[in-house]
């Protein structure tokens, strides 16, 4: 690589790169040269520039009197001062050179321009008239000086400085001492380089990070409050800040919560400003704001009478003041208000800072309520569930029990720390299989709503615990499935009352069952000794029925009576138990048609009693023919058989439309029945009178609530003694769809 020729104007810019506040190993590293090489070229140029400060021929009337003109006659040295000079000129930072006693030699046109400062004017005089309103920053440069005098070569340091337009800067300040003619110390150059963009950058994400981290931790907005506001004023110097909240109620606005630096007279200030409530307007400062949406700077609080507060804020020593609305979206819910102790000129930066606080607080404003309405609807939502079960869960997105409430424990006696954060089918049940969980989980991945799911859990105290739950997805806002909620029930005590119920059902279907076959096994085998006992007599009567006498043919009367009586008794148990086991299918059926069929049956019955028998329509039902029309013969005989002496049966059949069903009447005119039997009567061979009064066997009305509870009905009597009795029975109504 070809060595690179340096001339002098290279190595000017090289040394100005420097002079701009580069670091010289960047700079070294850069250019390939070496640090003593660099440091070589810097002396010999701030030595040449220098000199030409200080010589005589600058006093002239020449225009250029302050970045001085090129020696006459261009040798190699006087090149390399005019391309200096000329750098330096347009170089677009502040440079300025000062002599060993502090005063001005002279300045670039960026220095004019910077300090608003004619520097021809400015030369011989000290940096305590450049910031002769702000000593405090004369006196931090007149330090840094100090030190270069005492111990020559660099420096660098930060400083904030107010400029022409009376705005403050961040500024990086970099000085070089010179040497005289006579090799020591004449004076320095400086250069100052502006970082305000970097430092507010670094400061607004320092401040937004302080804010971001203060709303995460608190719990409530007024919490955070009085370290946002501090987060704010400290980073920038402010001296106090508040929040003000819109009161919808008082439809007025209030100041909430307020952060100031250590002083008594802006404590009471506040302490004023926390006491009224006031109305948005087009005035003041947190009034306008509110009143408009649009922040408000005010340079002078004294000055601006429709500042209510404006007296005690300039009383307490504050001299501006700004505020900003904290928005969510086009909704203003408070404001920010800020006060500084100097005067202070309308800053885009500071209130584009302030309004992305007002934002980032307007954000958590929004969430806290948000998640306080949730909570509230979380909690009556639980407070509901607690009345209609036992316990309360939660699921995340992945199934995983996230939240059981204390009830659980409490009711079954299981400790829920092995389930939570576990899906349900990580644990056995043991009513369940493989394929009933993979049905469950299904289910859950469908996002489908479940209702009573069962499972039998092994519990430390008891065989097992029964448990019910019910399930419901939720889904946030933008629709996304975040897991399930719902609530649970202990049902063991019903799932071992059920079992209890099924062993009794069990073995009551097993004993009737028992007893269907007995009755129908004694009734048929009953007949045959019977018969035996029947025709054995019959052959007595006629073999020997000459030699006997009178009372033997008495006594074989009663056998042969007897025997009828036994064979009648024995053949309606046996009808009776058949209703059971002979029924048939139930079809639907004209109850009118079977009713004239029974009356056919009964024309005898009727003729003898002189009988009047009406009846209304009647439906169609669903029933087993044959069994409809005994139960309509039984009640229709018994009120023809069961009539007055002195009055002929008046009977009427009708039925009516019970909504599920039809309520049946047989209705007569007949003895009547007195109430304490209107349970007996239904009984097997429960019979109210002698044979002698009223023959029969006491079995009908057991056939006929045999035969309606066989469809699902209902049989019972109405009945005013001596005045006559109505038989009721329902019968469901045809199923749509039943044919
Ligand atoms: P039975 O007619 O063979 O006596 P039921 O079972 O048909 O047997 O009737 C039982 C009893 O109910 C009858 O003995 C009678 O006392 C009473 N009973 C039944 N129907 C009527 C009625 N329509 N009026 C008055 N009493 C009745």
């Known amino acids: 690589m070809p060595v690179r020729q340096w001339d002098p104007a290279s190595k000017a810019k090289v040394v100005l790169e420097g002079l701009q506040g580069k670091p010289e190993t960047a700079i070294c590293k850069r250019h390939r040269i070496k640090p003593a090489e660099y440091r070589r070229w810097r002396k010999q140029f701030l030595a040449q520039i220098a000199r030409s400060y200080q010589s005589p021929s600058r006093q002239s009337t020449d225009t250029s009197a302050v970045v001085p003109g090129p020696p006459r006659g261009e040798d190699e040295s006087s090149k390399a001062l005019r391309v200096a000079h000329e750098m330096i000129e347009v170089l677009p930072i502040p440079v300025y050179f000062k002599a060993r006693d502090g005063k001005h030699l002279g300045a670039n046109k960026a220095w004019e321009a910077y300090f608003g400062v004619e520097r021809e004017s400015f030369i011989g005089k000290t940096v305590q008239e450049l910031f002769s309103h702000t000593p405090e920053v004369a006196a931090k440069h007149q330090a840094a000086d100090e030190d270069l005098w005492r111990s020559p070569g660099t420096r660098s340091y930060e400083l904030q400085v107010p400029v022409h337009d009376g705005s403050i800067r961040h500024t990086l300040n970099y000085k070089a001492t010179f040497a005289g003619a006579d090799g020591k110390v004449a004076g320095l150059i400086g250069t100052i380089i502006d970082i305000t963009e970097r430092k507010r950058a670094e400061q607004r994400q320092a401040i937004e990070h302080r804010v971001t981290r203060l709303l995460s931790e608190c719990e409530t907005v007024a919490a955070a409050m009085p370290g946002v506001l501090a987060a704010f004023c400290e980073s920038l110097g402010w001296a106090c800040g508040t929040r003000w909240s819109m009161d919808s109620k008082a439809a007025g606005f209030r100041c909430e919560e307020a952060w100031s630096i250590d002083d ?290 008495e006594f074989m009367d009663f056998i042969v009576d007897g025997a009828t009586r036994m064979k009648q008794l024995i053949e309606d148990l046996l009808a009776y138990s058949r209703v059971g086991t002979r029924g048939k299918e139930l079809r639907p059926v004209q109850a009118q048609a079977i009713l004239e069929r029974v009356l056919i049956n009964l024309r005898g019955a009727v003729e003898q009693s002189g009988a009047a028998i009406t009846y209304g329509p009647l439906p169609e039902v669903s029933a087993d023919d044959t069994q409809l029309a005994q139960l309509l013969q039984n009640l229709i005989a018994n009120a023809i058989k069961f009539r007055k002496k002195d009055e002929a049966p008046r009977i009427h059949v009708g039925a009516e439309d019970a909504g599920d069903e039809w309520r049946f009447a047989v209705a007569d005119n007949g003895i009547g029945i007195e109430p304490q039997y209107f349970d007996r009567i239904f009984m097997v061979f429960q019979r109210l009178h002698t044979q002698d009064e009223y023959p029969g066997t006491g079995i009908g009305l057991a056939i006929c609530r045999k035969v309606v509870e066989r469809h699902r009905g209902r049989i019972w009597v109405e009945s005013a003694y001596g005045k006559g009795s109505t038989f009721r029975f329902t019968l469901p109504k045809i199923q749509k769809g039943e044919t």
């Open 264 to 553: 008594s007279e802006i404590a009471a200030f506040l302490a004023a400003s926390r006491e009224s409530t006031y109305q948005p307007g087009q005035a003041g400062l947190v009034r306008r704001v509110l009143g408009t949406g649009q922040p408000v700077w005010i340079v002078d609080i004294a000055a601006e009478e429709s500042f209510l507060r404006g007296k005690q804020a300039a009383k307490a020593g504050l001299r501006s003041a700004f505020a900003l609305p904290i928005r969510l979206g086009e909704q203003v819910l408070g404001a920010l208000e800020f006060f500084h102790r100097d005067e202070r000129l309308p800053d885009e930066w500071l209130l584009n800072t302030g309004v992305a606080i007002g934002s980032q607080v307007g954000h958590f404003m929004a969430r806290k309520q948000a998640e306080g309405e949730l909570r509230r609807s979380e909690a009556r939502f639980r407070s509901l569930t607690a009345l209609s079960s036992d316990w309360y869960w939660e699921q995340d997105e992945q199934f995983r029990l996230t939240f059981m409430s204390s009830r659980f424990v409490e009711r079954t006696g299981i400790d829920p720390a092995p389930y939570l954060g576990r899906k349900r089918w990580d644990r056995p049940a043991l009513n369940l299989t493989e394929s009933d969980w993979e049905r469950h989980r299904a289910q859950l991945e469908r996002h489908e709503p479940f209702f009573d799911f069962e499972m039998e859990r092994a519990s430390p105290d008891a065989d097992s615990v029964w448990l019910s739950v019910s399930g419901e997805p939720v889904f946030d806002e933008d629709l996304r499935f975040r897991g399930y909620r719902g609530v649970g029930t202990d049902i063991t005590e019903r799932k071992r009352a059920q079992g209890v119920l099924r062993a009794a059902y069990d073995e009551l279907a097993r004993s009737n069952a028992e007893l269907q076959q007995f009755a129908y096994v004694a009734s048929h085998d009953l007949q045959e000794p019977l018969r035996m006992i029947g025709s054995y007599t019959q052959l007595l009567e006629r073999r020997y029925g000459d030699k006997l006498d009178r009372d033997a043919h």
